[in-house]
Structures are given as structure tokens and as C-alpha cells.
């Protein structure tokens, strides 16, 4: 399928952008093929046989120029067609052009003469036009009703009188066209959906696989994806970023102690409180550890990124200040190092910069909160 799924795209819209593809590439296959067809009926009238009635010729020329007007007019109008509604429209409208175009051709055995190639000719353009049209009903049927009833029309004319067989032969022709319609619309629409749920699947599992499953904040890969592309975006265009990472101590003892779905309990109380720390839409916060988080802040300066730290480490303590004294006796600490993206720094060193300062801080061991800013000449 030509396009891919993207988030905010539904399974309808999907849908109707694979039928958009499929009528663009249906109007390129049946101007083609009419363009073919059409040379060869012109190369018969005026080339082919020598005593061509001056009327026939004149026919040929009126169709060719009444198709391409209309056409040109259709193309020049195209932008005054509602969005939502443009290509069913267009699909239409040149299916009707070129419906009319070929089925006026069997007016040429007025002026005379047989033409079995026209007729010859209309079966292999109804085919191509169902094959071209088929994802929507309607272009369809603006093609080849023009064409049947011509043909039906004109046999009648050529044989005098009403004859049974040429509208049941009519009837069988249109038969046959609604059922292979419907057959390739069917078949068009299963892959469609099929593909749809494929790649909703795969969205689905690309996202988890970014995600952290307890908090529902980033998870530390994202965040190195982000970290890199941050990274890049402050070297091109020469401006600041920041990141702070922070650990909350005592959540692993608490974690030891009252078993896995408490600790979890509590780390989404604490992600709940993160977010709400966190203002701007590219501020990008992930989950790195058991305790550990991080937050990108592009466009930010150090002393900006510190006064994010204290907000965050006011969340956090909103957040499970009350359970963690009541269960475990200890006051909650948040631990967090600031630091400013020098354009010396790769990403690789970024991390391993924010790792050291945060292992240095565990070591400490000090009591109460703490924002350690890392200075600029950093090895």
C-alpha cells in the first residue's frame, strides 16, 4: 500500500487515502488506454480506408477535441471542488468524459460503412475502465453505462428494429461488469483493512516498546533516541539544551519492603506528578531506572533547567511524601544533577556525565533534597 499509517489516522481515513491512490493510478491507466484505443479508430477513419465520408472524419475530430476540453476544464476547476469531496468528484467526472467520448464513437456506422473495431475496441476500454475505476462505484459507472447503452443503441439502429438479444446481450455485459466490480472492490477492501491492522499493530507495539509500562512516561531508550536528536538540533542551530536527571531515594528500600505492586502504585503517583511539572510540549521526560528519571530541556540555560529541578522535586514530594513517611519512617529525597549541553559534548558523553554525577550523589549519602548544577569543564 502507498501510504503508510500514521497516528492520528483512523481506519476510515486510511481507507479513503488508499482509494485516492488507487483512482490516481486509475486515471492514469485509462487516459492511456483511451488515448490508445482512440488513435487507432482516428488511424482507421482517416488513414486506413480511402473513401472515408467527410461526416466521419469530422465526428472523430469533434469527439477528440470535446474529450480534451473537457479535460482541461475539469483540471482548471479542480481547486474549486471541495476538499472533502475533490477526488470522488474528479473520478467521476473524467470517467464520464471518457464514457461519452467512446460511446459517441458509435455514431461513425451512420455515415456509413462497419466498424467492428469500435465495438472490438469498447470491450477492451470497459475492461480497462472497470480495472481503473473499480475502487469507487461511482467512476465506474460513469464509464461504462455510456459505452453499453451506445453499443446497444446502435446495433439496434443497424438492425432496423427492438431485438431481444441485443439487451439481453446488454444485460449480461453489465452483469458481468457489476460482478467483477464488486469482486476486485471486495478484494480491494479486505487488503485495505488487513494492511490498516498490520501497521495499527505495529504503531501499537513500536509505542510500547518506547514506553514505560508502569508510569507511562518515555523509557530510557526513547529518551537516548530524543537525547541524540536533541543533540543534533542544539549543534545545528547553535542553542541551548539542557537536562536534568534525578533520583528519589528511599523508593528501592520501599520497594524491598512492601513488594512489587506497591512500589508500582507509587511510581505512578509519582509520574502523574512529574508530568505535572513539566509545561512545554518539547520538554521530553522518561522513566531511566527503578528510581531514576530524566528530562530533555531544549532552549534552556542551566539556571532555567535548575528552576525546573525544584519544581519537579516539589511534585515528587507531593506525590508520595505521605506514604513513604508513613510506611518506611524516612523522609523522601530527590537527587538531581542540571546539566547545560556544550557543543563539544556528544550524546554518549552527555549520559555519561549524568550517570557519574548521579552515582556520585548516591554515594554521599546526604540527607534532604538536592539540585548539583555541572559545571562546563567537564571531562
Known amino acids: 500500500m502507498p501510504r503508510q499509517l500514521t497516528p492520528e489516522m483512523d481506519g476510515q481515513s486510511y481507507f479513503e487515502h488508499q482509494q485516492l491512490y488507487r483512482q490516481q493510478q486509475g486515471w492514469k491507466l485509462v487516459s492511456l488506454t483511451f488515448l490508445f484505443l482512440f488513435v487507432l479508430v482516428a488511424v482507421e477513419v482517416f488513414a486506413v480506408r480511402q473513401y472515408e465520408p467527410e461526416g466521419a472524419k469530422l465526428l472523430v475530430q469533434v469527439i477528440a477535441c470535446a474529450v480534451m476540453g473537457g479535460l482541461l476544464l475539469l483540471a482548471s476547476l479542480r481547486h474549486l471542488i471541495p476538499s472533502v469531496m475533490r477526488w470522488q468528484v474528479i473520478s467521476s467526472v473524467m470517467a464520464l468524459i471518457f464514457g461519452l467520448g467512446w460511446a459517441a464513437l458509435f455514431m461513425l456506422p451512420l455515415y456509413g460503412g462497419r466498424y467492428e473495431s469500435v465495438a472490438l475496441y469498447s470491450d477492451l476500454f470497459t475492461i480497462i475502465a472497470v480495472i481503473g475505476f473499480f475502487s469507487y462505484r461511482s467512476a465506474t459507472y460513469c464509464a461504462v453505462l455510456p459505452v453499453l447503452a451506445a453499443w446497444m443503441v446502435s446495433d439496434m439502429v443497424v438492425a432496423g428494429s427492438m431485438q431481444p438479444l441485443v439487451f439481453f446481450t446488454a ?19 479486505s487488503s485495505v483493512w488487513r494492511s490498516y491492522e498490520e501497521q495499527r499493530l505495529r504503531l501499537e507495539l513500536a509505542n510500547v516498546a518506547l514506553i514505560d509500562n508502569v508510569t507511562g512516561l518515555q523509557n530510557d531508550r526513547h529518551f537516548s533516541m530524543m537525547l541524540s536528536r536533541e543533540v543534533l538540533s542544539a549543534r545545528r542551530q547553535n542553542t541551548a539544551l539542557s537536562v536534568v536527571a534525578l533520583y528519589i531515594d528511599p523508593l528501592r528500600e520501599h520497594g524491598m519492603t512492601y513488594g512489587q505492586q506497591e512500589a508500582k502504585e507509587v511510581l505512578r503517583r509519582i509520574g502523574r506528578g512529574l508530568r505535572r511539572g513539566v509545561f512545554r510540549p518539547r520538554d521530553f521526560l522518561a522513566r531511566q531506572g527503578n528510581d531514576e528519571f530524566a528530562l530533555l530541556l531544549p532552549y534552556t540555560n542551566e539556571e532555567g533547567a535548575k528552576i525546573v ?26 537527587k538531581a544533577v542540571v546539566l547545560e549541553w556544550q557543543p563539544d559534548m556528544s550524546e554518549v558523553m552527555v549520559r555519561q556525565l549524568l550517570r557519574t554525577s548521579l552515582e556520585a550523589l548516591r554515594e554521599e549519602n546526604a540527607e534532604g533534597d538536592c539540585v548539583r548544577i555541572l559545571g562546563h569543564n567537564l571531562q
Open 309 to 334: 529541578a525544584e519544581r519537579l522535586s516539589e511534585q515528587v514530594h507531593l506525590s508520595c511524601d505521605h506514604t513513604i513517611r508513613e510506611r518506611l519512617k524516612k523522609p523522601v529525597a530527590v
Open 171 to 189: 444485460m449480461v455485459r453489465l452483469t458481468i461488469v457489476v460482478v467483477v466490480r464488486e469482486y476486485l472492490f471486495y478484494w480491494f477492501h
